[in-house]
């Protein structure tokens, strides 16, 4: 069923009744063109029958975009006044009250979905995407699917293949648990206010099994994050402390792994450092 969506007088004219104004620490540039929101929710594939988590809904625009479809949505909002605001803003679109659960709390802090939801869809700040992004995929293992909205730069990185100059341990860690892709450009003049950085949208399907247990997990982000710190140096080096305390205790780990000691971090993929955290 058709929802009428906000327009960017009705996100000013919202923004000025609870007196927020954008600011840089929440990261929040409010989506003023109806045709993006859609966009997103065309290629996050949100169908009726779905339930859907949306981080950071702010005013509302990709909220009533994803209720649009007939899809059910758990927003999770860390400003109060728009936590507050936002069943009133879907009521006022006509949106069944049952379909729009709201949770007044910090993304980062939050350990419980109601209804379990399996697609994530958000407008993600600059400043917090990739640790949130992380904490609710280690968090909430029923999340299949979602399209996130970042910065190019931190979008690119998310969904960058070993060896590339943007490979990173966001990349590695990403990858654990499931494929991600670049789905599209967003142009700067559909936000308010107008940032000064490029966005782009990143999909990602997450793997029909775990790669591993919990411990596993974290044994592997640990490796990662050494290996990252010093990405400069050789496996062997920037392993040395996490690997027994020196290189030839590392390179001896790497080689029973199947990895040359000499190569670097961004050389490797996930699977190649699942293998060394699992010996």
Do not use: C
């Not at 879907?90 to 379990?116: F, S």
């Not at 592997?220 to 140096?233: E, G, H, L, P, Y």
């Amino acid at each position: 069923m058709p929802v009428s969506l906000l327009g960017a007088a009705e996100i000013r004219r919202l923004a000025a009744e609870l007196d927020v104004t954008p600011t840089k620490k929440l990261g929040q540039n409010f989506v003023v063109d109806a045709n993006t929101v859609r966009k997103i929710v065309q290629v996050a594939g949100v169908s009726a029958s779905d339930r859907v988590v949306e981080i950071g809904p702010g005013l509302g625009s990709l909220t009533l975009a994803i209720l649009e479809t007939g899809a059910s949505v758990v927003a999770v909002e860390i400003d109060h006044r728009l936590a507050e605001r936002l069943p009133e803003t879907a009521a006022a679109h006509e949106v069944p009250a049952d379909r729009l659960t709201v949770i007044d709390d910090d993304a980062l802090r939050v350990d419980t979905l109601p209804g379990e939801p399996t697609v994530l869809v958000a407008n993600l700040p600059y400043n917090v995407s990739v640790p949130v992004l992380l904490h609710f995929l280690e968090t909430f293992p029923y999340l299949r699917s979602g399209v996130v909205m970042v910065q190019a730069e931190v979008g690119e990185r998310l969904a960058a293949p070993p060896g590339s100059k943007v490979y990173g341990a966001p990349s590695v860690k990403a990858a654990w648990y499931g494929s991600w892709r670049l789905a599209g450009t967003v142009s700067r003049q559909v936000f308010w206010p107008v940032p000064n950085v490029d966005s782009v949208l990143v999909a990602f399907d997450r793997d029909a099994e775990p790669r591993g247990t919990e411990e596993h997990r974290r044994r592997t982000f640990q490796i990662v994050d050494a290996a990252f710190q010093q990405r400069r140096k050789m496996l062997r080096q920037a392993l040395s402390g996490v690997l027994g305390g020196t290189a030839a205790d590392a390179s001896a780990r790497l080689e029973q792994a199947g990895v040359d000691p000499t190569l670097r971090g961004e050389q490797l993929t996930v699977d190649d450092y699942a293998r060394i955290a699992a010996l």
